[in-house]
C-alpha cells in the first residue's frame, strides 16, 4: 500500500459519508463551459435535422465532425470529439447522476452513523535469500479497511463542495486533470477538505497475507516451482482506533499505475491537438 492508496480509502470514505459525489461549486465554475459544449451539440442537431430534411446530407454528416471522404478526414476532429465525450459528456452526465444522489441525501436527512469502506492490493512477491540457500515466489495480498462512527452529520455546504476553494481552483488550472494521474493533488486537496472535520470515532484495521511454496539450495539454477519443499504461510494484523484521521501527502504513481488503456488514448488524442 501507497499514500496514494490510503488517499483512495479516504475518497471512499468521503463519498460513502456524504452518499454522493457531486461538487456543486466546481460544476457551478466550470458553468460556461458545459452550457457552450450543451449549446453547440443542440445546434449540430437541429442544424443537421434541417439539413436531412432539405436533402443535403454531406452537411448534416459534417456538422457531426463526418466527412463524406475518408482522404480529407482530420485527425484532430477526432481527438477533438473523442475528448469532448472524455472529459464533457461522460462528467455531464455523472454530475446530473451525482447531483440526484445529492439531493437525496440532503432532504432525507441523516441515515447512517456507522460507515466502514475498503481497499484491496495483491501481487507477487520474491522471498529469495541472498547468499543463496532457499528461494521462492508467492502472492501477497494486503487490505486496509476503514470504520466510521458519526457523531456529526456533514453540513450541507460541507457536502456540496461550497467550502472547498482550492479544489474549484485546481480544477480551473488547465491540464490539471494529467498531473492527477500522475500525482492525485486532486483527491488529497477534496480529502483535505472532508476528512480533518469529520467528528466520532475511527478503526484502521490493516492486513497482510503471504503464502509461498519454497526450494532450498544449494543449487541456484533450481526453481520454486518445479521442486517444491516446504511451504510458507505468513499473517499480518494491526488495529488502531483514534478520534480523527490525518490526510497522507500524495506520492508519484509509476507509469504502468498512471497509464491506464483509457488514459493512452486520451494521452494520444491530447498531443494530437498540441500538434494539429
Known amino acids: 500500500m501507497t499514500s496514494n492508496d490510503e488517499l483512495t480509502l479516504q475518497s471512499r470514505l468521503s463519498e460513502a459519508v456524504k452518499g454522493h459525489q457531486f461538487n456543486l461549486a ?3 465554475a466550470q458553468g460556461k463551459q458545459t452550457t457552450d459544449m450543451v ?4 445546434q449540430s442537431i437541429g442544424g443537421a435535422i434541417r439539413d436531412l430534411k432539405k436533402g443535403r446530407f454531406e452537411s448534416a454528416a459534417r ?3 463526418v ?5 480529407k478526414l482530420s485527425e484532430k ?3 477533438g470529439r473523442w475528448l469532448e465525450l472524455q472529459y464533457g459528456w461522460k462528467p455531464l452526465i455523472s454530475d446530473v447522476y451525482e447531483a440526484a444522489k445529492a439531493y437525496e441525501a440532503i432532504t432525507n436527512g441523516p441515515r447512517v452513523s456507522r460507515v466502514s469502506v475498503s481497499i484491496t492490493r495483491e501481487g507477487l512477491k520474491n522471498t529469495s535469500t541472498s547468499p543463496f540457500n532457499w528461494t521462492g515466489q508467492g502472492t501477497v495480498k494486503e487490505r486496509w479497511r476503514l470504520i466510521y ?3 456529526e452529520q456533514l453540513s ?3 457536502s456540496l463542495g461550497l467550502t472547498d476553494p482550492l479544489s474549484v481552483a485546481w ?8 498531473v492527477d494521474w500522475f500525482l492525485p493533488i486532486g483527491s488529497y486537496l477534496e480529502n483535505l477538505n472532508t476528512i480533518p472535520k469529520l467528528r466520532g470515532r475511527f478503526m484502521t484495521i490493516k492486513t497482510r497475507r503471504f503464502q509461498c511454496s519454497a526450494v532450498q539450495g544449494p543449487n541456484p539454477n533450481v526453481k520454486w516451482i518445479n521442486k517444491p519443499t516446504t511451504f510458507n504461510s505468513q499473517f499480518y494484523f494491526t488495529r488502531v482506533v483514534s478520534t480523527s484521521l490525518a490526510v497522507p501527502k500524495p506520492s508519484f504513481e509509476s507509469l504502468t499505475d498512471a497509464m491506464s488503456p483509457s488514459r493512452i488514448w486520451n494521452a494520444i488524442a491530447l498531443v494530437t491537438q498540441r500538434i494539429r
Not at 449549446?39 to 443542440?42: G, P
Open 39 to 42: 449549446v453547440n451539440a443542440v
Open 156 to 158: 450541507s455546504a460541507r
Open 77 to 79: 476532429d477526432i481527438s
Open 171 to 178: 480544477e480551473l488550472i488547465p491540464y490539471s486533470f494529467v
Open 149 to 151: 462512527e458519526m457523531s
Open 63 to 65: 456538422r457531426f465532425g
Open 26 to 28: 466546481v460544476s457551478a
Open 67 to 71: 466527412n463524406q471522404r475518408p482522404s
